[in-house]
């Protein structure tokens, strides 16, 4: 297929999936994207620090015969395991600790969509891993939660359970939430945090990569000082290919799906608000498309989480 086909067919595709406006870049266009990202990665990278020690936290996340929410300090993961299916993962999570000190994991567990109550063949093990030094292998289990095996007996609708644990960290961005305003308090609230999305939405379908990263960055910097992200690891975030703005990449048939039948939920103790779709409590920023042979149709997701500073009006990303 050349190229002037393909451009022809994705636009009557666009047209025809209520995403007309759906903007799609000539390679000088791609290119100058490139090199605006890498300026952007110049700016991030001056704006973290470098840590002689750098002791990463994960949590090994398992789980069958449920859907389960897993939050630390009252955040949730961004990651969706409300899937029926089984799952397994060590996440990071430096970025939700913010600092040195005692902080709380834990789990909300869910009946699979085709049950009404948390079922016997539940099983849900988190673990709270230390890796002393991010770069190597030695890991430490430093708290473990479990949920009980007769968890089916309860015939529960939801169930819910949470740990404590210690960390020590070289930073401390503790402030950030601290000192954010109680979204509890903003009149208002769901509109602005609907707008927000609308707002990525609207740059989604305008393939505007670069400007969404570089809106990000005020806020979003120091998870990469958290994580200790490397210019590499920066490379990597910001170059690669991303089909939810059509980055750098060749797909047909994209169509992001309108923010609908969405819940709002306040979280991080009244810091943080988030919105996912009813039911499945999932993701609502999401892109379906093929790959450029239209043999197979995919999906693309994004978790944002949203804070208020103090002192301002305006939502920023914190995830």
Known sequence: MNIKTFLIMAIMAFASCGNAQVKIKTEKEMEQEKIKLKELIQQELAMVSRYPHQPAYYVQVNKSGCRIVVKVDDIPLGYNFAEDEGQTMLYPINDHLFGSGEHVLSVEVYPLTTQRTVSADTWVNLKVILFP?????????IAELNVPRNIGEQKLSIYCDSLCFKVKLPFDYTKVLRTAKDLRKVPNLEAKVLAHYNKVRDMMIAGKYYEYNKMRLASTWVLTDMHYLTEENLKLAYLEADELFRFDCEVTDWKAA????????????????????????DQVLRATYSDIDEEYEYLSTQFIALYMPQGSDELMELY
Request: net charge negative; proline share 3%.
């Open 258 to 281: 309108p923010i609908e039948n969405y819940e709002m939920i306040i979280c991080g103790n009244g810091k943080v608000v988030y919105l996912r779709r009813i039911g499945t409590m």
């Open 133 to 141: 030094e991010k770069s190597e292998n030695e890991r430490e289990i």
